[in-house]
C-alpha cells in the first residue's frame, strides 16, 4: 500500500482522467458526423478530405497530420502523426505534420479544458485521439473506394497508402479523398491491437523534421517577416516590480531607422525598421524607473528567508503515523537542507512574437506558443477584438523547457500592447536579445527543503520529514484554484508529497513565499529541486544505516512503483552498479516518477579542478508503449545534458540591489559539447499506455551526480550550483 | 552605405548602416533566416557562416568589413562534408528544436572539410563555441563521425 495519498494533479492526468475527459473532446471533434470537404490546402482545385480536426488527407495524396501541441524539440510532430499513420496504414513518405491553429474547442488538452503544452502531456492526451482520427479517416476512403469499386468494404486491403481488392482494384488515399468526403464517419472505428504496430515502435522512423531543420528552412517566429513590419525591443527594468516614472527618447529617436518609441506596461519599447536600429535605438533610449515597490534584497537573504521559515513546519501536504514521536525515539537522526537557485530557461530562440492587423480588421500573430488559448485571449483583449478575429499560427520554437507558457501570458501582452500603442497597422516583431530573456525573470523559483530522517537501531528508515519553502507561481493567478489547496501549491511539493518510499512515519509541507520576482515551470517543475533533495537524502539515510544505494531503495519501494523498481533494476545492470571502479571515480544512483513515466539513472563522476566530472550516464526509463523509441532515448539525452547544465553551472543571483547579476551565456553559462556525458538509454517494454518523455529525463540527473561526488569526497553537494565549490576527492 | 556582398555565390547589393552586423543583414535585408541569433556577443554559435571559407560569428562582424569577401551561409553551404554531415544528421536524426543546427552544421561541415577523421576530443574542441540547449550533443558526435567515415568510405 502507498504511504502517502495521491496528491491531485489537473496537470498531469491519470489514465482515467485521460479517457473520461478524452470522452467529450473526442465527440467534439468528430462532428459533424457527416465529414466535411475541404477546399485549399494540397492540389488547387480539388478538395481535401478532413475526416475531423487532425487529418487532411489531399488528391495529390499527401497526408496532412495537424498536431495541437507546439513542436519546440520533444518531438510531438513525429510522435502524434505516427498515430495517425499507424492507423491509416499510410506510408510514412506521403505523412506531413503541422501546427494546429489555435483553437481551444477543437484542441484542447482534455484536463485543461485550454490549448496548452505541458506536463509532457502530448502524448498521453494524443494516444487514444489520434489513432481514432487516423482509423476514422482509413474507414472512410475504404468506404469510398467500397462503393466506387461495387466491392464489400470488409474485402478492401490498405497498405502503405495503397487500398486494394482481389478483384484487380487498386487505389491510391488522393484517389479517394473527394469521394471520401461524402461518407459518414463511423462513430467508434476499431482500432489496431500491439501485435498490427507496424509504425509504433519502429526503431528506424525518420522524424519529419529533421530535413527542414538541417538547411535553415525550418520557419521559427524570429524568421517571419510581413510588409512594412517593425522591429521592436523594449526597455526593460533592471529590478522585478519597478515601472517606468520617465524617458527621455531624443536620443533614441535620432538613431537612422527608429520609428517610435512608446511606454507599455513592461517597459519602453522602440520600434525601428530593422534590428539593428531597434536595438541602437534602446541603447540611446534614457529611462527613469520608480522601484519603489521593486525587490531590492539579494538572492542570499531571499534564500535566508526561506531558509529561516523551513526550519518549521509549514501547511501540510501529506502526513503519516507520528513524525515528532519517531523522531524523538530514533537510534539516529540526519538533518540536511537544500537549497535551489533561481534558474532561466534560457531556451535557444530567445523570446520573441510577431502581430500585424488582419484585412478584415481583426489581428493575425505568430507566436510560439506553448500556452496557446491564453496567449489567444491576451491578444484579443489588448487588441480589444473577439476571439474569433484573432488568427494566431502556433510556431516551431527553439527551445522552451517551460518558459513559453506564462500564466500572465506577458510575452503575448508585451507585443499586443507595442503593436497598438504604435497604432495597430504596421506589422510589429517584438524580439527579446538573450540579455532580456536571462535578466527577465519568470525563473525555476528560489526554493528551500529542509530534511530530517530517523533510522531506528538496525538502520531501518522510520521517519522523514520534509518542509520546503519558496515562491508559488500559481499562487495569484488563475490557476490557484486547482493548483494551491490548503496553503500547498501542489507544483511545489510534487515528488515529495508522494514518494517512492515506504516510511511509516512522515510529515511534508509547504511554505509558500512570495517576492516580486516572477518565477514559473521550468522543465519538470516541482520534480527540479523536489528530485534532487528526496534522492540525495533517501541516499544519505541508506549509507547511515549500511544499506546498499539500489537495493536499499529496492526494498523500500512500494508496490505503487514496481515500474519505478523496474527502471532502477534496469539502470543498474547496465551500467555495472557494484563493480570496481577506476581511482578516483565513483557511481551514483537515483530514481524519479514525474509526468506518469519512471526514469532511473546512474552516473560515474570523476572531479576534475574541484568540478564534477560526469563521464557517462546510464538511463533507463519505462514511459509505457515506446511509440518512438528514438524520441524517447534522445529526449533522455537532452534533459540529462539540460540537467547536467543547471547542476554544475547556473544560478540567476541578484545583487545588494536587487539587480540581477547575469546577463547572457557568458555568465549564465550553458553545458557545452565537451563537458557532455555519454548516455546510454534503456527503454522498459511496455503495454500500458503511453507518457511522457520531454521532462521525465531531468529530475534523477542532479542527485545521481551529487550521490556520486558524496561518495567521492565525502561532502554531499547540498546548495546548488555545484560548482560554488570546490571539491577534493 | 550601400555595400555590394558576395553571399552564396552571388552578388547582393545592400544599403545598411556600416556597423550592423552582418547576421542582422542576411536576416532583415537578404531574408536568409537560417542564420540564427542566439546570444549576439559571440558565445552559442548559432550564427555561424563562413567567410571566405572560415567559419565566422555573423553577430559580431560589422558588415562593412566584408566589401569584396565570400559569404557562405547555411542556406548556401554544398559540397561533399554538407552532403556528408547532412545526411549524418538525418540517419540520427540530430536535430531537436533546431535552432542551433545551422551553426553546428557549418561548423561540423569545417571541421570535416581540415579533418575528416575526427577524434571525440577533435570533435568537442571544433563544437565547444556551438551551445545546444536541448542539448544534442550525443547524437551531434555520433553524426560527426559519421560523415567523416563516410568521406573517407
Ligand atoms: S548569436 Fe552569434 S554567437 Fe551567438
Ligand atoms: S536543437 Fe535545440 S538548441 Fe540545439
Not at chain 1, 459533424?32 to 475531423?52: D, E, I, L, M, T
Not at chain 1, 523534421?209 to 528552412?217: F, I, M, Y
Not at chain 1, 503575448?412 to 527579446?432: C, H, N, P, S, T
Request: glycine residues 10%; proline residues 5%.
Amino acid at each position: 500500500m502507498a504511504p502517502y495519498d495521491k496528491p491531485e494533479t489537473p496537470i498531469i492526468a491519470s489514465r482515467r482522467d485521460f479517457l473520461a475527459g478524452a470522452a467529450g473532446l473526442v465527440i467534439a471533434v468528430s462532428l459533424p458526423v457527416r465529414a466535411r470537404a475541404h477546399k485549399g490546402g494540397h492540389g488547387p482545385s480539388r478538395a481535401a478530405f478532413a475526416p475531423n480536426a487532425f487529418v487532411r488527407v489531399a488528391p495529390d495524396n499527401i497526408i496532412t497530420v495537424l498536431i495541437k501541441n507546439i513542436e519546440f524539440g520533444q518531438g510531438p510532430w513525429t510522435g502524434l502523426a505516427t498515430l495517425v499513420a499507424e492507423e491509416m496504414d499510410a506510408d510514412w513518405g506521403q505523412i506531413r505534420a503541422e501546427h494546429a491553429p489555435s483553437n481551444p474547442a477543437l484542441y484542447s488538452d482534455p484536463m485543461l479544458g485550454m490549448q496548452l503544452t505541458g506536463g509532457s502531456a502530448s502524448m498521453a492526451t494524443s494516444y487514444d485521439l489520434m489513432r481514432k482520427a487516423g482509423a476514422t479517416a482509413r474507414a472512410m476512403l475504404v468506404a469510398a473506394a467500397a462503393k466506387a469499386w461495387g466491392v464489400p468494404a470488409g474485402e478492401i486491403a490498405v497498405d502503405k497508402g495503397v487500398l486494394s481488392h482481389p478483384a484487380g482494384h487498386q487505389g491510391s488515399f488522393g484517389d479517394f479523398a473527394e469521394a471520401a468526403a461524402d461518407e459518414t464517419a463511423p462513430e467508434d472505428p476499431p482500432l489496431k491491437t500491439a501485435d498490427q504496430f507496424t509504425f509504433i515502435g519502429d526503431e528506424k522512423l525518420p522524424k519529419l523534421d529533421t530535413a527542414e531543420k538541417s538547411n535553415g528552412a525550418a520557419e521559427f517566429t524570429l524568421d517571419v517577416y510581413r510588409g512594412g513590419m517593425l522591429t521592436a525591443v523594449v526597455a526593460h527594468p533592471n529590478r522585478f516590480g519597478a515601472t517606468v516614472a520617465s524617458f527621455d527618447d531624443s536620443a533614441a529617436r535620432a538613431v537612422p531607422g527608429v520609428v517610435d518609441v512608446k511606454q507599455v506596461s513592461a517597459g519602453v519599447a522602440v520600434l525601428a525598421e530593422n534590428t539593428y536600429a531597434a536595438l541602437k535605438g534602446r541603447k540611446a533610449l534614457s529611462v527613469e524607473w520608480d522601484e519603489s515597490a521593486a525587490e531590492s534584497r539579494d538572492t542570499e537573504t531571499i534564500l535566508s528567508e526561506c531558509e529561516a521559515a523551513a526550519q518549521a513546519r509549514g501547511a501540510i501536504a501529506h502526513e503519516a503515523g507520528d513524525v515528532d514521536d519517531a523522531l524523538a525515539n530514533a537510534e539516529t537522526v540526519l538533518e540536511a537542507d537544500f537549497l535551489f537557485p533561481y534558474l532561466a530557461h534560457a531556451p535557444m530562440e530567445p523570446l520573441d512574437a510577431v502581430i500585424e492587423r488582419s484585412a478584415d480588421g481583426g489581428v493575425e500573430a505568430w507566436i510560439g506558443s506553448q500556452g496557446t488559448t491564453l496567449d489567444h485571449q491576451m491578444i484579443a483583449n489588448v487588441c480589444g477584438v473577439d476571439l474569433a478575429q484573432v488568427k494566431l499560427h502556433v510556431m516551431l520554437a527553439g527551445g522552451s523547457f517551460g518558459r513559453r507558457a506564462q500564466m500572465t501570458s506577458h510575452l503575448a501582452q508585451e507585443a499586443a500592447e507595442i503593436f497598438m500603442a504604435a497604432g495597430g497597422d504596421r506589422a510589429v516583431k517584438l524580439m527579446w536579445t538573450r540579455e532580456d530573456d536571462i535578466r527577465g525573470g519568470y525563473y525555476r523559483p528560489v526554493t528551500v527543503h529542509h530534511l530530517r530522517g530517523g533510522l531506528d537501531a538496525d538502520g531501518e528508515i522510520i521517519a522523514w520529514e520534509q518542509t520546503v519553502a519558496g515562491q508559488s507561481f500559481a499562487a495569484g493567478t488563475p490557476f490557484e484554484a486547482f493548483m494551491v489547496r490548503n496553503g500547498v501549491d501542489i507544483m511545489m511539493v510534487e515528488g515529495a508529497s508522494e514518494t517512492p518510499y515506504a516510511v511509516a512515519n512522515n510529515a511534508v509541507s509547504a511554505h509558500i513565499i512570495q517576492n516580486p520576482v516572477s518565477t514559473l515551470w521550468w522543465r519538470s517543475v516541482g520534480h527540479t529541486h523536489t528530485g534532487y533533495a528526496v534522492e540525495c537524502f533517501i541516499d544519505e539515510l541508506l549509507e547511515a544505516g549500511g544499506k546498499d544505494p539500489v537495493a536499499g531503495r529496492l526494498a523500500l519501494m512500494t508496490d505503487d512503483y514496481a515500474r519505478l523498481a523496474g527502471t532502477l533494476e534496469k539502470a543498474a545492470e547496465i551500467a555495472g552498479w557494484g563493480r570496481d571502479m577506476p581511482e578516483g571515480r565513483a557511481l551514483g544512483v537515483a530514481s524519479v516518477k514525474s509526468f506518469n513515466s519512471y526514469v532511473s539513472q546512474v552516473a560515474e563522476v570523476s572531479i576534475e579542478g574541484g568540478v564534477p566530472r560526469v563521464h557517462k550516464v546510464w538511463c533507463a526509463v519505462d514511459c509505457g508503449v515506446a511509440v518512438n523509441p528514438e524520441i524517447i532515448r534522445a529526449q533522455m539525452e537532452g534533459g540529462i545534458g539540460y540537467a547536467l547544465s543547471a547542476i554544475l553551472f547556473n544560478e540567476i543571483t541578484l545583487d545588494e540591489t536587487g539587480a540581477v547579476e547575469q546577463s547572457n551565456f557568458h555568465d549564465y553559462r550553458s553545458l557545452r559539447i565537451s563537458e557532455m556525458p555519454e548516455v546510454e538509454v534503456a527503454i522498459i517494454a511496455s503495454d500500458e499506455a503511453p507518457t511522457g518523455v520531454g521532462e521525465p529525463g531531468v529530475p534523477p540527473l542532479g542527485p545521481a551526480v551529487a550521490n556520486a561526488v558524496r561518495r567521492l569526497t565525502g561532502a554531499a553537494p547540498r546548495r546548488l550550483p555545484m560548482i560554488r565549490n570546490d571539491f577534493q576527492a | 552605405m550601400a555595400l555590394t556582398l558576395k553571399i552564396n555565390g552571388k552578388d547582393r547589393n545592400v544599403d545598411v548602416d556600416g556597423e550592423t552586423p552582418l547576421l542582422w543583414v542576411l536576416r532583415d535585408d537578404l531574408r536568409l533566416t537560417g542564420t540564427k541569433f542566439g546570444c549576439g556577443v559571440a558565445q552559442c554559435g548559432a550564427c555561424t557562416v563562413y567567410v571566405n571559407g572560415q567559419p565566422r560569428r555573423s553577430c559580431v562582424t560589422p558588415v562593412e568589413t566584408l566589401e569584396g569577401a565570400e559569404v557562405t551561409t547555411i542556406e548556401g553551404l554544398e559540397g561533399r562534408e554538407a552532403d556528408a554531415v547532412r545526411a549524418a544528421w538525418a540517419e540520427y536524426d540530430t536535430p531537436q528544436c533546431g535552432y542551433c543546427q545551422s551553426g553546428q552544421i557549418m561548423t561540423a561541415a569545417a571541421l570535416l572539410q581540415r579533418n575528416p577523421n575526427p577524434t571525440d576530443e577533435d570533435i568537442d574542441n571544433a563544437l565547444a563555441g556551438n551551445i545546444c540547449r536541448c542539448a544534442t550533443y550525443v547524437r551531434i558526435r555520433k553524426a560527426v563521425k559519421a560523415a567523416g567515415e563516410r568521406l573517407e568510405g
